[in-house]
């Protein structure tokens, strides 16, 4: 019985010693091209850019399928009626005479639309039948054959406008969907420096919850020996309180910007997160000229403003021809036939003739169509501002981050030295306080200035490739490869 409750003891003590163990995961080790990689494939924000060009591109489909011949039928089939019809007399009364029929038509038609003109032509096949069920008739009429055009005249004609439009729009969503992957790679730089910066924060705040503990149990023993003041020995207890503090907190900061980062770029995984330091900087000399030529060669700003401009000539264009004379063509030449027999249609069938034209002109509209043009004219110079204005403000974008960039490469390698440094001082000032050559006072400021440069060389860092990547951005162009961003 003892050995049976000892060997019942031993698998609970085996037990709570492997749980443990098995519970807690490795961290993933990550670097900041891993987090860039995974947040450019699996992100909401690249899931979105990319359903977003998908969207764009059927929508240019739909346009150039407009300019492609559109073959259809319609028609009507059935069309039955039974009611009481008016019916005028011969004498001039009215009476109302029973009918019973059916009229039933399917059309063929070939269209296809001209775009330098503005019109359409067509061919066309007709098929109409009727049957009177009151008198038990029935009738064929259709059109064998029938060419036929209609013609805007002097009117605005938009698919010549959508010709100029419609490519660039197309062009500037391709941009578009180039330059929201880069973006998330910006949030994603973002997110990952964040999470960083909360790694060293807590990192630094266990270091110094341990040293500042080590430091307080011997203080306590310089104490008895009367190397230290009783208000050193508080001063430092009052450091380790301040340091569990700092850790909670940091701590904390830590699981928050880990959960934003891991929700951002979908990262599934139970494994926590451990960020690699990402210390090897690109050094780059880039010529501003050549910043600006590659972002007006590639960004879809660029193509937007050729855009805009376009538009405000459709609209001025639109404003004085919708306020002058409009008139429409419509003509047609074919062959049509009629009789009892389907086949009848088709038998010696009779020339058709068709030609017509609608028109408008405006009278007197006591102003309206000069203010509407006057409209659209201020409104194509106000674009013409606008855009001279975004394309100065896009310009000084360029510089200021081209100039930045070059700043905090020299900027980079300062704080690291000075983090270098810092750490250096701080062991001295330690062994120091050990072997009582110094104050806590002194011990306190060497550990601020060691925490603060350690800091400084991580922002530092976070600020570089924001920058880095943000420079990609603007430009659309992989300055280190020397090549356009596709």
């Given at each position: 019985m003892n050995i049976e409750k000892l060997l019942l003891l031993a698998g609970l003590l085996l037990r709570f010693l492997l749980e443990p163990t098995r519970a807690v995961a490795q961290p993933q080790h990550v670097t900041l091209e891993d987090v860039v990689q995974m947040a450019r494939a699996q992100s909401i924000a690249a899931k979105q850019a990319a359903t977003q060009k998908l969207t764009n591109y059927w929508q240019y489909r739909t346009f150039q399928a407009g300019f492609k011949p559109q073959l259809s039928l319609d028609g009507y089939l059935p069309s039955f009626e039974r009611s009481f019809t008016e019916v005028t007399q011969p004498d001039g009364t009215i009476s109302f005479q029973p009918i019973s029929n059916n009229n039933s038509v399917l059309n063929l038609a070939l269209s296809q639309n001209i775009a330098l003109t503005g019109g359409s032509v067509f061919v066309q096949k007709q098929l109409q039948r009727f049957d009177d069920f009151q008198r038990?008739?029935?009738?064929?009429?259709?059109?064998?054959?029938?060419?036929?055009?209609?013609?805007?005249?002097?009117?605005?004609?938009?698919?010549?406008?959508?010709?100029?439009?419609?490519?660039?729009?197309?062009?500037?969503?391709?941009?578009?969907?180039?330059?929201?992957?880069?973006?998330?790679?910006?949030?994603?730089?973002?997110?990952?420096?964040?999470?960083?910066?909360?790694?060293?924060?807590?990192?630094?705040?266990?270091?110094?919850?341990?040293?500042?503990?080590?430091?307080?149990?011997?203080?306590?023993?310089?104490?008895?020996?009367?190397?230290?003041?009783?208000?050193?020995?508080?001063?430092?207890?009052?450091?380790?309180?301040?340091?569990?503090?700092?850790?909670?907190?940091?701590?904390?900061?830590?699981?928050?910007?880990?959960?934003?980062?891991?929700?951002y770029m979908g990262y599934r995984n139970e494994q926590a997160l451990e960020l690699a330091v990402p210390t090897q900087i690109i050094e780059l000399t880039i010529d501003v000229k050549k910043a600006l030529q590659e972002a007006f060669n590639n960004r879809s700003d660029a193509i937007a403003f050729r855009r805009k401009m376009l538009e405000a000539q459709r609209d001025v264009d639109k404003a004085r021809k919708d306020n002058g004379l409009n008139a429409t063509l419509n003509a047609s030449f074919g062959l049509s036939n009629r009789g009892t027999h389907l086949g009848d249609v088709y038998i010696r069938p009779q020339d058709r003739e068709y030609f017509e034209i609608q028109f408008v002109l405006p009278i007197m509209t006591w102003g309206r169509a000069q203010a509407r043009t006057e409209t659209a004219k201020a409104n194509q110079q106000l674009t013409t501002q606008s855009v001279e204005q975004d394309k100065l403000t896009f310009e000084q974008a360029i510089y200021t981050q081209v100039t930045l960039l070059q700043m905090l490469q020299q900027q980079v390698k300062l704080t690291a030295e000075a983090d270098r440094i810092g750490q250096d001082r701080y062991q001295i000032a330690q062994n120091r306080f050990i072997l009582s050559d110094l104050s806590v006072t002194d011990l306190g400021i060497a550990m601020q200035e060691k925490d603060r440069a350690r800091r400084d060389a991580i922002l530092a860092l976070r600020d570089y490739w924001t920058a880095f990547y943000t420079i990609r951005l603007l430009t659309l162009y992989d300055f280190e490869r020397n090549e356009k961003i596709k």
């Open positions: 038990n008739n029935r009738l064929y009429n259709g059109i064998p054959f029938a060419v036929g055009l209609r013609q805007p005249l002097f009117q605005f004609n938009a698919m010549k406008w959508d010709r100029k439009i419609e490519p660039l729009k197309f062009e500037e969503s391709n941009q578009q969907f180039i330059e929201s992957l880069e973006q998330v790679t910006v949030d994603a730089t973002g997110l990952y420096f964040e999470l960083l910066v909360a790694q060293v924060n807590l990192q630094i705040a266990e270091k110094n919850l341990s040293n500042n503990d080590t430091l307080y149990k011997i203080a306590q023993h310089k104490l008895e020996l009367g190397k230290i003041s009783q208000n050193d020995l508080l001063q430092l207890q009052l450091s380790v309180l301040t340091a569990k503090k700092d850790y909670a907190s940091a701590r904390q900061n830590a699981e928050i910007a880990s959960l934003r980062l891991r929700s």
